[in-house]
């Protein structure tokens, strides 16, 4: 079985939902699984530690899935034009992976939500690829053969599904918004399996 990882951060549910799109994208690939990990929120109490094991949703990511995973794909929320701290943080301690080269030559992707239509999606994304480009990894998005990208009026990116949540986070997902979250995961799954 091929494991496509899916890790994310979510505050508000919606990259999580994102990411459980995507999931479902990967797993409509005979012999692909979507392994779905989420990072812990970074405490601004220095001795302030979390659980190894979340109260709820997804588990936390460990570096032997990063190691194990055949593809990655990466999902955040804006945080003014970034990625939120909790990614970045977690990417900040991958410096053994990196050394090892163990993430170079595998698909990856990347996904963000935001509260508005011009919140930061695509400089989010593209924060979110530099890191992946550093570890030597194979970069994917999403073509305009997926017509949600010229149909949507919310999120949808040629550098990554994206979201429009609203400035009360109160926006779900429009089915667009799901649909290319699915595109991209069938996509790097099959890519995946063409480069195995």
Same mark, same amino acid.
């Given at each position: 079985m091929t494991n496509i990882l899916v890790l994310y951060y979510s505050r508000s549910g919606h990259v999580k939902t994102m990411a459980e799109h995507i999931a479902r994208g990967v797993e409509t690939v005979t012999g692909c699984h979507a392994l779905l990990r989420t990072v812990p929120?970074? *405490? *601004?109490?220095?001795e302030a530690t979390e659980d190894e094991i979340p109260a709820e949703g997804h588990l936390y990511v460990t570096h032997d899935d990063l190691k194990d995973c055949s593809a990655l794909v990466l999902g955040s929320p804006t945080r003014f034009g970034n990625m939120a701290a909790p990614m970045k943080?977690?990417?900040d301690s991958t410096s053994d992976i990196w050394l090892s =080269?163990? /993430?170079s030559g595998k698909p990856a992707a990347v996904f963000t939500s935001t509260g508005s239509l011009h919140g930061g999606q695509e400089t989010t994304l593209l924060s979110m690829m530099l890191p992946l480009l550093h570890h030597g990894m194979i970069l994917m998005g999403l073509p305009y053969s997926e017509s949600g990208l010229m149909l949507t009026q919310q999120g949808g990116t040629p550098y990554g599904p994206s979201h429009v949540a609203g400035s009360q986070n109160d926006q779900n997902l429009t089915e667009i918004e799901a649909q290319l979250? @699915?595109? /991209? =995961?069938? @996509?790097i799954a099959t890519t995946t399996l063409k480069l195995q």
């Open positions: 929120a970074v *405490s *601004s109490v220095c943080y977690f990417i =080269g163990e /993430l979250c @699915r595109a /991209l =995961g069938k @996509r």
